[in-house]
C-alpha cells in the first residue's frame, strides 16, 4: 500500500510541474505579445474595453 502511495504522489508532483510550465509558458507569450504593442495601440485597447464595459448592464440592475 506505501508503494502506491509513493507513486501517486511522484504522479500528482509531475502533473502539477507540468502545469506550472504550462503557465509560465503562456504568460511569457501573453508579455511578448503585449511588449510588441504601440502605446497607441494599447490606449485604443484600453478605450474599447471601457466602452464594452459601458455598454453592458450592470448585474443589479
Not at 510550465?21 to 471601457?50: F, K, M, N, W, Y
Amino acid at each position: 500500500m506505501e508503494g502506491v502511495l509513493v507513486k501517486l504522489w511522484k504522479w500528482l508532483g509531475l502533473a502539477g510541474l507540468a502545469g506550472v510550465a504550462a503557465t509560465g509558458a503562456i504568460i511569457a507569450r501573453d508579455q511578448r505579445q503585449r511588449a510588441q504593442l504601440s502605446p497607441e495601440q494599447v490606449r485604443d485597447r484600453l478605450h474599447e474595453r471601457l466602452d464594452e464595459t459601458r455598454s453592458r448592464p450592470s448585474p443589479g440592475a
